[in-house]
């Protein structure tokens, strides 16, 4: 349960914990689940100094200066796989977190592994959260991390 967007940030904060270089995170949600609030942790964590803020209209943006670069891409308006290919975004990929809004579908291949949170925001303006991991080295942290 996430009941503030303050919970939401710090659930990405524990996430900065885990994340290697070369790793993806694909966040899946509706509208207002809090991607961009996670995201914000995540980066916050790792040291990134500039602000956090969704790429909606820039579709990615790559945040230096933190323990690891931060890759974060909104793929709500890319069309198919084509498009997330002219990004080129397996060059930046091995040493960078990748952090990917809407990219369920699309995205997956860039990685080996990956981990999925799935994010939904209920009636009540809760977020809830659930992290599903796809590899084993993601199950063996998220295991170690429990």
């Known amino acids: 349960m996430l009941p503030t967007p303050a919970d ?6 524990a996430l900065a914990g885990l994340v290697r270089a070369g ?15 996670l995201t914000q942790g995540l980066g916050e964590a790792l040291g990134v100094r500039e602000p956090v803020t969704s790429p ?4 990615s ?16 308006r890319l ?11 397996d060059a930046s990929t091995e040493e960078s977190v990748t ?11 860039l990685a080996d592994e990956h981990l999925e949170v799935r994010l939904d925001r209920r009636d009540d ?12 080295g993601w199950e063996q942290r998220l295991d170690g991390a429990a």
């Open 56 to 59: 909606t209209f820039v579709i």
């Open 61 to 76: 943006r790559v945040h230096r200066g933190g323990r690891l670069p931060l890759v974060h891409v909104d793929a709500y």
């Open 8 to 13: 939401t940030r710090a659930l990405g904060a």
């Open 23 to 37: 790793d993806l995170v694909v966040l899946v949600g509706p509208l207002g689940a809090g991607k961009t609030a």
């Open 79 to 89: 069309g198919g796989v084509a498009d997330v290919d002219d990004l080129d975004l």
């Open 125 to 136: 303006d809760v977020r809830t959260a659930e992290l599903v991991p796809h590899g084993l």
């Open 99 to 109: 952090v990917v809004e809407w990219g369920q579908g699309l995205v997956e291949r």
